[in-house]
């Protein structure tokens, strides 16, 4: 049994509350004063951590971790991990189509992507008033991590083939995860797309949105929303062909212009996200840069009903509290004018 109609709750919480939903996590490790290794590595803590963050901020949606290793890792990729960043991949696994071939799809459950299920399932026991949305990577990002992402450019043109087989074998793992998610109690995903970003329309219509789509056919119904994040520069010339992926709101990050390039690309009944600078300005900046920015976006963006406030993307494990305090405060007294 769904625990919220999320269709509903996006047009009631999102879009007339006004509620901001950023990509918070991972600055919940100076909350509970632990590393960025040891919350990876423990689905109490992150539960612990989700809720935290539930009761600090008043978000429209608890957001797990965006660790974008986690995936990649359990296809045999090997990830460096450090305090105070969110992990990364190191290398590739992938160097000929025969490679391709010869990759297993990993079951869910093998890595640590058991322990992020775990970590939902308690987190949703613990959240109860408002959803609970997981984090996963997209299709062709995580095929570029097993290729690399330079290397996987090229041979969209040189060997296409390959990069499909990888998809395929991608786009299967991950459907299985998110399905995982949703018996878990997950009201959704933050499935994040970013490499995407950097392709051509034509080639992003043949090696993303189709694989996208294919998750979202599987999963997406009044109780479970996929919200799509890309953060790439080239998303404003890629729109249409995202938008056909039919997830249930958009994300993207600050390399784009919001007013000028995104919402007057965008039907009215759409939701998109966005898309304060979590690195610049939210991990970097000072209280009062964060304010001014998160007033001058809401300013710019206040005539379309459609958007909602959010970071451009995960902020920052070291992110100060007192620059995440200033965007929700910022945030609640120009919705509350």
């Not at 879009?15 to 600055?27: G, M, V």
């Not at 300013?299 to 200033?326: H, Q, R």
């Amino acid at each position: 049994m769904s625990r919220y109609n999320m269709r509903a709750w996006m047009a009631s919480t999102l879009l007339e509350e006004k509620k901001p939903l950023p990509i918070l996590s991972f600055p919940c490790v100076s909350l509970l004063d632990v590393s960025v290794g040891e919350l990876i590595s423990d689905s109490d803590l992150q539960a612990r951590g989700m809720k935290a963050i539930a009761e600090r901020t008043d978000a429209a949606a608890a957001v797990s971790f965006m660790d974008l290793s986690v995936e990649a890792e359990c296809f045999g990729a090997t990830i460096s991990v450090s305090d105070g960043e969110v992990p990364t991949v190191r290398g590739r696994i992938i160097n000929s189509p025969e490679d391709a071939e010869a990759l297993e799809v990993p079951s869910v459950g093998s890595g640590r992507t058991q322990l992020y299920v775990d970590a939902i399932k308690r987190a949703c026991r613990e959240i109860t008033d408002r959803p609970v949305l997981a984090g996963m990577i997209g299709p062709y990002s995580l095929a570029a991590r097993l290729l690399d992402v330079s290397e996987i450019m090229m041979d969209c043109y040189d060997e296409p083939e390959m990069v499909h087989t990888l998809l395929k074998k991608a786009t299967a793992f991950l459907t299985e995860y998110a399905m995982a998610y949703k018996k878990a109690g997950a009201d959704g995903i933050v499935m994040a797309e970013p490499v995407a970003g950097l392709l051509s329309p034509d080639l992003e219509e043949e090696f993303s949105s189709p694989y996208v789509k294919q998750i979202v056919d599987a999963l997406q119904d009044d109780g479970f929303a996929v919200i799509y994040h890309n953060c790439g520069d080239n998303v404003p010339v890629l729109l249409k062909s995202i938008f056909k992926t039919g997830a249930m709101a958009y994300h993207f990050g600050n390399a784009v212009d919001f007013a000028r390039d995104i919402l007057p690309a965008t039907s009215r009944d759409t939701v998109v996200m966005g898309n304060i600078d979590p690195a610049g300005t939210l991990r970097m900046g000072s209280v009062c840069e964060v304010r001014e920015k998160t007033r001058e976006l809401l300013e710019k963006c206040a005539g379309y009903p459609n958007f909602v406030l959010s970071s451009g993307c995960d902020i920052p494990p070291m992110t100060p509290w007192e620059n995440i305090d200033a965007f929700f405060a910022e945030a609640k007294k120009f919705y509350n004018n």
